[in-house]
């Protein structure tokens, strides 16, 4: 991939535009709709940044292929090329309700292999981003290499969903670890467990652009991040995933069935 300091910069400056569009829209009517259930909405908002991206991106590389959770890119098959994939809003559900704790995320793909990934935590200014090979960082520090950490000495977050689900496995998964944590946001918590905060996320079904940034800034810092049944991440459909310490890794694949989460 050429450019990639150029894209870099234009990367963080277009998110930190779209960030001032979101902060200026809580001072005018949201307008919000179900997708398929009461916990699963789209605003005006997740539509406009995703157009904003759009636009910005097809205009600066218009050779590259973009992928977005509303409309964009829907049809696409494949990953040859470069593939951009863009979460306008993860954590809409918080973004309506808290004003807070929502991430716009950007990863960029080469033949299917993550270069560049960007969470951009909106209302804490904290931008996570992670060029492949070069390492991760927050707000322009280096991300440590994570300790590894076992499950018994480490916080974890477990998706609502599982929770909601009254998955057995996933309550025994968290009284085994120090404590649970939920945030609402995939890119959140999956920057938390990247900066030692977190030992381990889980969550039964991330769409492609719930994982793309993330999962680049993860591995870049010595974590695994792969589905619960153990297979690499396959970025054109759902997938079950576990980002984790390599130990703990281990030790949720060897002692709880995740594999039917
Ligand atoms: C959602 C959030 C949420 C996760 C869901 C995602 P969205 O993304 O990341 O935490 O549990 O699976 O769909 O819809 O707010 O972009
Ligand atoms: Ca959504
Ligand atoms: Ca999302
Ligand atoms: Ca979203």
């Not at 863009?86 to 309506?96: E, Q, S, Y």
């Not at 969903?161 to 025994?172: F, M, P, S, T, V």
């Not at 939920?182 to 991330?206: D, F, N, Q």
């Amino acid at each position: 991939m050429d450019r990639i300091e150029k894209r870099d910069g234009l990367i963080k400056m277009w998110m930190r535009e779209a960030a001032g569009l979101l902060k200026a829209s809580f001072h005018e009517k949201l307008e919000i709709q179900e997708k398929t259930s009461r916990t699963d909405l789209v605003t005006n908002m997740d539509k406009t940044i995703e157009l904003f991206l759009y636009e910005k991106i097809s205009a600066a590389f218009p050779d590259e292929r973009i992928m977005g959770e509303e409309t964009i890119g829907h049809d696409i098959t494949d990953l040859k090329g470069i593939v951009w994939i863009v979460d306008p809003i993860d954590g809409t559900l918080n973004f309506i309700k808290q004003q807070s704790n929502f991430a716009i995320m950007i990863g960029v793909y080469e033949n299917g292999e993550g270069r560049l990934g960007y969470i951009y935590d909106v209302m804490h200014d904290e931008m996570f981003w992670a060029i492949k090979g070069k390492g991760a960082f927050c707000n322009g520090k280096r991300l440590k290499k994570i300790e590894d950490i076992p499950l018994a000495e480490g916080l974890v977050a477990i998706s609502h969903r599982l929770i909601a689900a009254d998955e057995d496995e996933a309550r025994k998964i968290g009284k085994a670890s120090s404590g649970l944590r939920m945030v609402g946001s995939a890119g959140l918590e999956t920057a938390l467990v990247a900066s030692g905060k977190l030992v381990a996320y889980i969550a039964p079904s991330l769409a492609p652009w719930d994982i793309a940034a993330g999962k680049i800034i993860a591995e870049e810092v010595g974590l695994v991040y792969r589905q619960l049944n153990g297979q690499s991440i396959n970025l054109l459909k759902n997938n079950a995933v576990i980002v984790a310490t390599p130990f703990t890794y281990q030790e949720i694949m060897a002692n709880f069935s995740v594999g039917q989460l």
